[in-house]
């Protein structure tokens, strides 16, 4: 029996702090799960299924590993990508040169951006763990669904042949019992027709007898 096809996966989208996110799972709950999201993203508007090829393309080739880019960009997702690049400039007027800073501020400025990367880092491996154990846990499921179907069908498979067995042996048996009637049957038959052959020959010899015997009383 050919076996059951895997539950198809889709492609979903999310923006979640510096990052765009996309994954490939078998359902928004899943999805859900892996961005570790404590609420719903979909409900929400804040996440959605997509169709843009070169986003399905790349989460199909890593199904179940989350993917990012920066927020606002439309670069190609991967495993691991770097921080926005324009972080801190939203309140520089176009075209102002921006003062230099010292070289503590700077120092200090890097930090942050460090231990965010160390965290996100941290983040990508907890979701990777969470998706890989999550499809895990449904392929589990849907081993134990198909097991359950194919004893279910073996046990019916089971009732129907002994069904069948059954019905098969009451025919033999009617069959056998049809012929020995009928062979019975054929020698009656026979023996009947052999005692009226007999019959008629005795019935001959008198009736022959007797017309001689008429004939001569009649001289």
Do not use: C
């Not at 076996?3 to 996966?9: H, I, V």
């Not at 979640?16 to 999201?37: C, H, N, R, T, V």
């Not at 409900?43 to 590993?65: I, R, S, Y």
């Not at 049957?185 to 008198?206: C, G, M, P, S, V």
């Amino acid at each position: 029996m050919p076996a059951k096809p895997k539950r198809k996966l889709k492609t979903y989208q999310t923006s979640l702090g510096f990052y765009d996110q996309a994954i490939a799972a078998p359902s928004m709950k899943a999805a859900l799960e892996a961005w570790g999201a404590s609420s719903n993203l979909f409900h929400q508007g804040a996440a959605k299924e997509t169709d843009d090829p070169d986003v399905v393309a790349a989460t199909m080739a890593k199904p179940g590993v989350v993917l990012r880019r920066p927020v606002g960009s439309d670069g190609a997702f991967s495993e691991s990508a770097e921080l926005p690049t324009d972080l801190g400039d939203d309140d520089a007027e176009p075209g102002s040169k921006r003062r230099k800073q010292p070289k503590r501020t700077t120092r200090s400025a890097k930090r942050p951006a460090k231990a965010a990367k160390t965290s996100s880092g941290k983040s990508d491996e907890q979701a990777v763990r969470k998706a890989a154990a999550a499809f895990e846990k449904e392929e589990r499921r849907r081993e134990a669904a198909r097991a359950k179907e194919e004893a279910a069908r073996a046990r019916e498979r089971a009732r129907r042949d002994k069904a069948v067995a059954a019905a098969e042996a009451a025919l033999d048996k009617a069959r056998r019992e049809h012929d020995s009637r009928a062979e019975a049957i054929e020698a009656e038959r026979a023996a009947l027709d052999e005692r009226a052959e007999a019959e008629q020959d005795r019935w001959d010899k008198q009736r022959i007898k007797l017309q001689e015997a008429l004939r001569r009383a009649r001289e």
